[in-house]
């Protein structure tokens, strides 16, 4: 069965459990239970946790692991000037700040690059509370760590440029809670803002939107361990008209890396065009 890890094979189910051949679990039981739990992200993740010893990224959360579209060669050189759409998520104090940006590829797939900034101060201590290897990603490039215990926003302004350098950049969506300051030196410098708001009548049909790019096998994602902890951090918060918005699986975790996503996605909008687009250009024609 594709996208499954092994869990499907009765052969490695003994090993897992070694009181099959007493009857405790019975072999029967337990095949009814994988045909059950295979149905759903959440019952494959208890079925490899419980009955296969694996360990699982798949605890109850929003998407499906299993899923997951990192790992993928993505040619970023050859994708240089082409039209791309930014997410901004800025921190409040002390939380990580994300910027995802968005390049279309063909048959409707969209390519997604990250890049995120974090405090250098009390790293170590952060490390532990949020169990993220976060020394490590800054060696290896996944993350800045900016001096100081607040985000260095001159840091991520000079980032945006460079992303506008080298791409053609349609519009940047950005939360504007807290960010009045950068947004008017970005607005000087001539990039595209698009304020995106958080409520559900803007946030819940851009979650549906990258779900929907999830499950479709429509993402492009390259090594970014910092993105995937963030997917599968994420649990879904529902409204009484089935709208979602991702919310902390725990209190210490981040998932600001998502949010990004979610509204660069949005503010492209898929294979049409965005009402992001058209409310950047009216805005730029005052």
């Excluded at 070694?18 to 994988?34: A, F, T």
């Excluded at 694996?54 to 605890?59: A, F």
């Excluded at 053609?168 to 947004?183: E, F, I, M, N, T």
């Amino acid at each position: 069965m594709v996208g499954f890890s092994g869990e499907e094979d009765e052969s490695t189910w003994v090993k897992a459990n070694p009181g099959l051949e007493h009857g405790q679990p019975d072999l029967v039981s337990l095949k009814r239970s994988w045909n059950t739990m295979k149905r759903s992200a959440m019952g494959r993740g208890e079925f490899a946790r419980y009955h296969a010893a694996r360990c699982d990224e798949n605890t109850g959360g929003w998407l499906d692991m299993s899923l997951w579209p990192g790992g993928q060669k993505v040619d970023w050189e050859a994708l240089k000037g082409k039209p791309a759409w930014v997410g901004l998520d800025l921190s409040k104090s002390l939380d990580m700040t994300a910027m995802i940006v968005a390049v279309p590829l063909e048959n409707g797939r969209v390519a997604l690059r990250g890049h995120y900034w974090w405090p250098r101060a009390d790293v170590a201590q952060r490390e532990l509370d949020y169990r993220y290897p976060i020394r490590a990603w800054a060696s290896d490039g996944k993350i800045t760590l900016t001096p100081g215990r607040e985000i260095d926003y001159d840091s991520v302004r000079a980032q945006i440029l460079a992303v506008r350098d080298e791409f053609d950049v349609k519009a940047v969506g950005y939360d504007a809670w807290g960010s009045k300051y950068l947004a008017e030196q970005l607005q000087a410098d001539g990039v595209p803002l698009v304020v995106y708001r958080m409520g559900i009548a803007t946030f819940g049909p851009g979650c549906n939107l990258f779900q929907n790019l999830w499950a479709g096998s429509r993402l492009v994602i390259g090594d970014d361990p910092i993105l995937r902890r963030a997917c599968a951090d994420a649990h879904a918060k529902r409204d009484q008209n089935g709208n979602i918005r991702p919310i902390k699986s725990r209190e210490f975790c981040a998932i600001d890396p998502l949010v990004a996503s979610i509204i660069a996605t949005h503010v492209w909008g898929g294979a049409k065009r965005s009402v992001y687009d058209e409310e950047a250009e009216e805005y730029f024609k005052q």
